[in-house]
Every structure is written in C-alpha cells, then in structure tokens.
C-alpha cells in the first residue's frame, strides 16, 4: 500500500467536524494530533478566534505537525506529550475546559512504514515499537526478558492470541541461541509457533496478532486510553464534546464502557448510541479507515 503524502489520511474526518459540532470560535484539543489531518480541516473552521491545542506522544509526528499548521488561521499551542497527561497539558496551556476533544487512537500510517519505529515486519527493522523515546522498554526488551508465561499472557490478553503458549515457547527457545532484535526474525519466529492447518489460508499474516499485542504493551496503550476517558469527559465545558476513534473491539469496549458509566452518573449525554462508522465511499478511498468507530458524548 502507498503511503499518502502527509503520511496518514485522516477518517471519518466530516463525522468528526459535524458530530463534535466543531465551529468558528472554539477551544479544540487534538490529543493525538499526528500528521494534523483532522487538526488542519478543524484550524479552517475555528478561524481567528479559535484555539487549537494540539498533542501528540511521538515528537517526529509533532514537528510534522507544527510544519503543516504553521499558516493555520487560529492560535495553535502544540505539546509533545501523552494523551494520559491531558490535565498537566491544559493546566500549562492556562485552560480550565474545552469546547471538544478529539482522540483518533492507534498510529498514523507513516510511522507502520518508517524503519526507525521497528513497527513492521514487511521489511527487516530493529525491533523497537517506541512511538514516545521517553519510552524506556522496546519491544526488543520484552521479548528477550519477559518471563515465558508472562509474554504469552501479553499475547493473550492484548490480542486474544490462541497460539500464545506456542509463541511464548518458541520465543524464550530462541533467545537462548541468540537475542532477537529484528522485527523480521520475530515474524518468522511466530509463524513457525502456528500449526498449520488445511482449509482456507488466514486472511492476514499470523505474526500481525503479535506485533499488535507487544505495539499496546511497549506504549501502554490501555492503559494510557483508561487514563485518557477519565480525564477528558472533566476537561469539557457543559455542552461540549469528546470524540473517539478506536481501530481495535479492546478500545472501543473501553470507550462504550467508561462513556456507558458516566452516563448513567449523569455526567454525559451519549451523542451516538452505536458508533459511526466509514461509508463505503471511504473505505474503498482509504481501506485502512475499514475498522475505525468514532463514539461521542457531550458533557452535560
Ligand atoms: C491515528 S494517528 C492520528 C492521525 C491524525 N488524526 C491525523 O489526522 O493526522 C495517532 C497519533 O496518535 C499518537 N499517539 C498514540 N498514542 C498516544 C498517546 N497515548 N498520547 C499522545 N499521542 C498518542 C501517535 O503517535 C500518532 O501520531
């Protein structure tokens, strides 16, 4: 697949304008601002008097940004920091409550394809997973010092792995020979780890549940999305809104759950009842949006 020019195409972008009401005006948080593709149509809209604060965890996505919204015809605050640091964000920006907030989850499509993220086993790369170099542990770290039990309950729990023994097994065997510190020898690891089976081959590559789960454990990524649905319903003025966009059943639980509960606190109002999803148009524009649910709430 093509990397785009900006490297991402943003999804359910109109969704995203219209739903979290985005107007002339407003104070909008971007809390994973990426390659600014939802920021920069969001910037057209708020105008003079609009504020854009804009975050992202991975400081090469942030100077890309920075570029692509240096002409944007509202004031632009950008901070190279964790969505889970949302409050310390807004307290340094002097802001108190926002009119919405936008989370688009996951990574944007150039960091899968660049080498110096260690994301990928469609080309040979070292094997890292990092999206923020405060990061102390690579994926590389995990699979060589994990407890066997404890890698397998990584694949397991984070992407359901039925194989994840098998996987554990075949892993802590094979650092003992050597350490593995490239994604390639890690794909071959995995799949060697999978019976084979007769029938129709799997529609993706077996390795591609792996990477996922050690992706979401290096950057602690449920963790960070608990932190994040705890702390930005309380950053919204009354009436505003927060968007999420997840990729992943595990995310979107999350967000159905922590939205669902403060419902019922009577602290949001549930915009959407099932989440949005891409029409077919854009599927077939950008086949990587074909998984992606923006759910909504507005702070009552
Ligand atoms: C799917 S991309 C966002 C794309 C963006 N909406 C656009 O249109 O260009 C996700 C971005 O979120 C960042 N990210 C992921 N987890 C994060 C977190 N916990 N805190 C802050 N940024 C995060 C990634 O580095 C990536 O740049």
Redesign the pocket.
């Known amino acids: 697949m093509e990397l785009p020019e900006t490297g ?1 195409d ?1 999804v359910l972008m109109q969704e995203v304008l219209a739903d979290l009401s985005i107007r002339p005006g407003i104070t909008y948080v ?10 920069s149509a969001v910037a057209r809209v708020l105008g003079p008097d609009g504020l854009l604060i804009g ?4 400081p090469r ?1 942030l100077i890309f940004a920075k570029e692509r919204l240096a002409d944007a015809p509202c004031r632009v605050r950008l901070f190279h ?4 640091e949302l409050q310390d964000v807004l307290s340094e920006a002097g802001i108190t409550a926002v009119d919405a907030l936008l989370a ?5 499509t150039n ?1 899968l394809f660049d080498p110096a993220y260690g994301l990928s086993f469609a080309q040979p790369m070292p094997l890292d997973m990092r ?1 923020d170099p405060r990061v102390t542990q690579t994926a590389a770290d995990l699979v060589n010092e994990l407890r066997e039990e404890d890698l397998a309950n990584v694949l397991y729990q984070l992407a359901q792995e039925r194989y994840s023994r098998r996987i554990a097994r075949k892993i802590v065997d094979a650092r003992r020979v050597s350490p593995i510190k490239t994604t390639d020898r890690l794909a071959e690891l995995v799949r060697s780890a999978i019976p084979k089976r007769g029938g129709a081959p799997e529609k993706i590559d077996p390795a591609t549940r792996t990477f996922m789960a050690l992706r979401m454990a290096v ?1 602690h ?1 449920m963790e ?1 999305l608990a932190s994040l649905l705890e702390q930005a319903p309380k950053a919204l003025k009354p009436g505003g809104r927060v968007g999420i966009i997840s990729f992943h059943s595990m995310e979107d639980r999350a967000v159905k759950q922590a939205f669902r509960s403060m419902e019922q606190t009577g602290f949001l109002r549930l915009v959407t009842k099932k989440p949005l999803t891409p029409t077919d148009a854009e599927i077939t524009a950008n086949p990587r949006s074909r998984s992606a649910k923006l759910r909504i709430a507005e702070r009552k």
Do not use: V
């Open positions: 991402h943003p971007d809390c994973t601002l990426g390659r600014a593709g939802h920021s975050l992202d965890a991975d996505n920091a964790n969505f889970a688009d989850l996951g990574l944007s960091q999206i950057n990524e960070n």
